[in-house]
T-cell receptor, first 111, second 113 residues
Framework: DAKTTQPTSMDCAEGRAANLPCNHSTISGNEYVYWYRQIHSQGPQYIIHGLKNNETNEMASLIITEDRKSSTLILPHATLRDTAVYYCIVRAPNSGYALNFGKGTSLLVTP | SAVISQKPSRDICQRGTSLTIQCQVDSQVTMMFWYRQQPGQSLTLIATANQGSEATYESGFVIDKFPISRPNLTFSTLTVSNMSPEDSSIYLC??????????FGEGSWLTVV
């Protein structure tokens, strides 16, 4: 699976959009971009994934650049409960399940 | 998505004892896995829980230490045997659904004293 690079930490004011970037410059053509988040001491929560088109669900939006070398997860109206570590992972379907979550981005949403 | 329930959610155990963690999924799944997350670390895959056959273990993990059962397509257990403080971790059950998306349970936080 391709390696990803994320900022170590970010802050966001409650009610504002949180934009979390991820670089994956070595992504292969069949690899998807997945985002998870983990609140302290809980299991990772799936957020969204995409291949090359932008995706949106009830939790977030995923914007993937045209060259697919980077992406941005957008939480449109961040709340205090969105404070968590956010992980960007790149993997191909059925490519194995030894996931490398890396360090992720620690997002702090402030009142 | 998937609803994955784990029991216990957390426990404090004496070294040398064993603990069995249960994982229940809201509907049948083919692929089920167990991960470990040590403090401050990323997830590590322990094994694939195979229904009707022995689990498939990753390098560094053995059946004697982490026996796994998978009696049907909605349930699995992981036992952490002869525990030591190094086994203090979050243990996570996960399943694959929706074209290869991996979903995780809430985790079982184990502290060995």
């Amino acid at each position: 699976d391709a390696k990803t690079t994320q900022p170590t930490s970010m802050d966001c004011a409650e009610g504002r959009a949180a934009n979390l970037p991820c670089n994956h410059s070595t992504i292969s053509g069949n690899e998807y971009v997945y985002w998870y988040r983990q609140i302290h001491s809980q299991g990772p929560q799936y957020i969204i994934h995409g291949l090359k088109n932008n995706e949106t669900n009830e939790m977030a939006s995923l914007i993937i650049t045209e060259d697919r070398k980077s992406s941005t997860l957008i939480l449109p109206h961040a709340t205090l409960r969105d404070t968590a570590v956010y992980y960007c992972i790149v993997r191909a379907p059925n490519s194995g399940y030894a996931l490398n979550f890396g360090k992720g981005t620690s997002l702090l949403v402030t009142p | 998505s998937a609803v994955i329930s784990q029991k216990p959610s957390r426990d404090i155990c004496q070294r040398g004892t064993s603990l069995t963690i249960q994982c229940q999924v809201d509907s049948q799944v083919t692929m089920m896995f167990w991960y470990r997350q040590q403090p401050g670390q990323s997830l590590t895959l322990i094994a694939t829980a195979n229904q009707g056959s022995e689990a498939t273990y990753e390098s560094g993990f053995v059946i004697d230490k982490f026996p796994i059962s998978r009696p049907n397509l909605t349930f699995s257990t992981l036992t952490v045997s002869n525990m030591s403080p190094e086994d203090s971790s979050i243990y996570l059950c996960s399943v694959v659904r929706d074209s290869s998306t991996i979903y995780f349970g809430e985790g079982s936080w184990l502290t060995v004293v």
